[in-house]
């Protein structure tokens, strides 16, 4: 008898659980069509055709984007719905079907006339469909556009100065081939500066064991330092005067052009001279040429 009573518990026990388990799944069922019956909002529609763009999938972009503007639009914010027809006629004009383009494009710009596309997200070409289309509506009346001056320049403007300075002679009286280095003459610098420095260092090494010897040191000995000292002295100065006379033949005057950019108010009236572009400096000057690395567009919006 305790066993069928056993038995009895056991299977209330897996029948409860059962009972429960099919609850829930029933619960999760009647929760989950509610759950994906939510519709995307037009934020989420919006962002999406921002993906599809940025993954050049143009034509989604306008399956998406057209039944939400037609036959109205279905954007409460105005900034979406400038949003909304910039992508769709960006992606139409990728899609070669221009008209429908500029009447995307007529439509934004009648609400916003100096709406600008970025130069980092769409390229030139589009943009310069994008202006002529707002030039056409201009040119018809049906828009103005309303062009905000430059701001003052508060930096105050620049000019070239040249200035010409003369190589020094006084160069030429150096030793030790400096001038020769000075002319790129590198063989003849080598050859001065190596002679003269091996006749100064004789001439300093023998004089030094002269007075070494000078008080007792052998006759002889004494002799020889002596005319070793006079010889090496004789031979540097000798080297000397030689570099000198050659660095002074072989000199030419040159002209070195010195070329700076300075604030106009550091030079006093004279000095002044204001450049136009694609105007020399100064008469045999170069033109200024404008930097390759720019793009061409820089000035574009």
């Known amino acids: 008898m305790s066993r069928v009573i056993s038995g009895s518990r056991k299977d209330g026990a897996w029948r409860g659980r059962a009972f429960a388990a099919r609850l829930l799944a029933v619960a999760a069922l009647l929760c989950a069509p509610a759950h994906a019956a939510d519709p995307p909002t037009l934020a989420d529609?919006?962002?999406?055709?921002?993906?599809?763009?940025?993954?050049?999938?143009?034509?989604?972009?306008?399956?998406?984007?057209?039944?939400?503007?037609?036959?109205?639009?279905?954007f409460e914010s105005p900034d979406d719905r400038l949003r909304a027809r910039e992508l769709l006629g960006a992606a139409l004009w990728f899609l070669g079907e221009k008209d429908k383009a500029q009447q995307e494009f007529?439509?934004?710009?009648?609400?916003?006339?100096?709406?600008?596309?970025?130069?980092?997200?769409?390229?030139?070409?589009?943009?310069?469909?994008?202006?002529?289309?707002?030039?056409?509506?201009?040119?018809q009346g049906d828009i103005t556009v309303v062009v905000e001056p430059d701001p003052p320049v508060s930096t105050p403007p620049t000019v070239i100065r040249i200035t010409q300075e003369r190589q020094s002679r006084a160069v030429a009286f150096l030793p030790f081939g400096v001038a020769q280095f000075e002319q790129k003459r590198v063989g003849w610098g080598a050859f001065f500066a190596t002679s003269q420095g091996l006749a100064a260092l004789a001439n300093i090494g023998a004089y030094s064991a002269y007075l070494a010897i000078y008080d007792g040191g052998d006759r002889a000995a004494q002799e020889a330092l002596f005319i070793t000292t006079i010889?090496?002295?004789?031979?540097?100065?000798?080297?000397?005067?030689?570099?000198i006379i050659d660095g002074n033949v072989a000199y030419e005057p040159t002209l070195e052009v010195v070329t700076e950019i300075v604030p106009a108010s550091s030079l006093p009236s004279a000095e002044?001279?204001?450049l136009k572009p694609n105007e020399p400096s100064l008469p045999g000057s170069p033109r200024l040429a404008a930097d390759p690395t720019l793009p061409s567009d820089t000035q574009s919006p």
């Open 45 to 74: 529609e919006l962002e999406a055709a921002e993906n599809d763009y940025r993954e050049l999938q143009y034509r989604a972009v306008e399956q998406r984007l057209r039944p939400l503007l037609y036959p109205t639009p279905k």
């Open 231 to 243: 010889a090496s002295g004789a031979a540097w100065i000798g080297l000397t005067i030689w570099g």
């Open 106 to 139: 007529q439509l934004l710009l009648r609400k916003q006339s100096g709406h600008e596309l970025d130069k980092f997200t769409y390229p030139k070409p589009l943009r310069d469909f994008f202006d002529e289309v707002r030039n056409l509506l201009v040119q």
């Open 272 to 274: 002044l001279k204001l």
